[in-house]
C-alpha cells in the first residue's frame, strides 16, 4: 500500500470516526423527544432530517471509501460504484437543500406575529414532509446520471475519456458536452440553494442587530432589567446561522474545485481533485452533527439524559456485583 493511499484512508476514516457517531446521537436524540412528546416542531423534523441524510453521506461514501483504501475488503464494481455514487449524490444535494429549507423557516420564524411571514410559516409547517417529498424526487432524479455513466476501476482505463477518476470508481460521459452539461447541472443545483440561504442568513443577522439595538434602547429607557422574549428563537437563529457559515466555506471550495475540473483541457480528471471534492463535502456531513449538538439544547439535554442513565445503571450493576 502506497503512503499517499494510506493517508487518503485515514483521512476518510477521520471523517468516519466523526460524522457516523455525531450524526446518529442527533437521529436518536431527536427520536427519543419524538417518543417522550409523540411530535417534532417542523425545525426539529428538517434537522432530523438532515442529520439523517449526512449520516447517508459519511456511511456510504467515507466508511466504504476507508475500507477500500486500507485493502480492508474489495468492494468496488460496476454495481456498487453506481449504488455508492449515486446514494452520494442525492444524498449530498439533499444535504445541502435540507440546510436551506431550515434556513428558510428559522428566517419566517423570527418574522413579527401576524406577519404574512408568519403565515408563510404556518403554511410550510403544514406542508412539510410534501416538501421533503419534493427534495427527495428532484434530487433523486437530477443523480441518475451516476447509473448510466459509473463503472468500477477493473474497466480499461486507458479506453476511458471525458471521464471523472474518483480513485476506486469512473464516472464516463460519452462526450464533453455532456461532460460539462452535467457539471453545470451540478454547480446550478448547489449555487442556487446556496445562494438563498445566504440571502436568508442576511435577513436573520439583520434581524438579532435590531432586536440588540431595541433590547438596549429598552433597557436605557426602564433603568435597566426588562429584556424581551424569544430567546429560544435567537440561539436558534444563531444556529442555523452558523450551519449556513460552514457550509457555504466547505461546498464552496467543493463547487470551485469542481468548476476547475470542467475547465481542465485533460480528459481523465485527476483522482486527487476529486478526492478533495469529496472531502470537503463530506466534511460538512461530519462536523454539522457537532453544531447541533453543541447549539440545540433539546438534543444536549436528551444526549444527557442518556449519558446519566447509563452511568446509573453500571453504576448499579456494579454495587450488585459486589
Known amino acids: 500500500m502506497s503512503s499517499e493511499v494510506f493517508v487518503r484512508g485515514m483521512l476518510y476514516m477521520s471523517l468516519t470516526v466523526v460524522g457516523v457517531p455525531g450524526n446518529s446521537a442527533v437521529i436518536m436524540a431527536f427520536l427519543l423527544l419524538l417518543h ?9 423534523a428538517i434537522v432530523l432530517h438532515l442529520a439523517c441524510v449526512n449520516l447517508l453521506v459519511v456511511g456510504i461514501r467515507c466508511l466504504l471509501e476507508t475500507i477500500a483504501s486500507l485493502r480492508l475488503a474489495s468492494i468496488f464494481g460496476d454495481l456498487s460504484c453506481r449504488a455508492v455514487i449515486f446514494i452520494y449524490r442525492t444524498s449530498r444535494s439533499l444535504s445541502i437543500w435540507l440546510t436551506f429549507v431550515l434556513s428558510a423557516y428559522q428566517c419566517l420564524c ?4 401576524g406577519s404574512r411571514w408568519a ?7 403544514q406542508y412539510l414532509g410534501f416538501v421533503f417529498l419534493f427534495l427527495w424526487v428532484v434530487n433523486t432524479c437530477m443523480s ?17 475519456s471525458h471521464g471523472i477518476n474518483v480513485q476506486f470508481c469512473y464516472v464516463h460521459f460519452p462526450s464533453k458536452l455532456s461532460k460539462e452539461a452535467n457539471g453545470a447541472a451540478q454547480v446550478g443545483r448547489d ?11 442576511l435577513l436573520i443577522l439583520v434581524f438579532l442587530y435590531k432586536h440588540r439595538k431595541q433590547v438596549k434602547g429598552l433597557r436605557s429607557s426602564s433603568g435597566g432589567g426588562g429584556g424581551v422574549g424569544g430567546g429560544a428563537e435567537r440561539r436558534a437563529a444563531k444556529f442555523v446561522v452558523a450551519l449556513v457559515t460552514l457550509y457555504v466555506v466547505l461546498y464552496g471550495v467543493d463547487n ?6 470542467l475547465t481542465l483541457k485533460r480528459t481523465m480528471t485527476s483522482s486527487l481533485i476529486s478526492d478533495l471534492r469529496i472531502f470537503f463535502s463530506s466534511l460538512y456531513a461530519a462536523l454539522s452533527p457537532l453544531i447541533i449538538i453543541a447549539s440545540n439544547r433539546k438534543v444536549n439535554s436528551r444526549l444527557r439524559c442518556v ?6 445503571k453500571e453504576g448499579t450493576s456494579g454495587l450488585t456485583a459486589v
Not at 191 to 201: G, N, Y
Request: proline share 7%; charged share 10%; aromatic share 6%.
Open 119 to 125: 403565515s408563510a410559516r404556518a403554511v410550510v409547517a
Open 256 to 261: 470551485g474545485l469542481w468548476v476547475y475540473t
Open 191 to 201: 449555487v442556487v440553494p446556496m445562494t438563498l440561504m445566504t440571502l436568508a442568513s
Open 36 to 44: 417522550q412528546e409523540n411530535h417534532l416542531l417542523p425545525a426539529d
Open 110 to 113: 423570527i418574522a413579527p406575529p
Open 307 to 312: 449519558v446519566q442513565e447509563r452511568a446509573v
Open 144 to 160: 441518475s446520471a451516476a447509473i448510466l455513466f459509473s463503472f468500477g476501476t477493473q474497466k480499461n482505463s486507458s479506453l476511458i
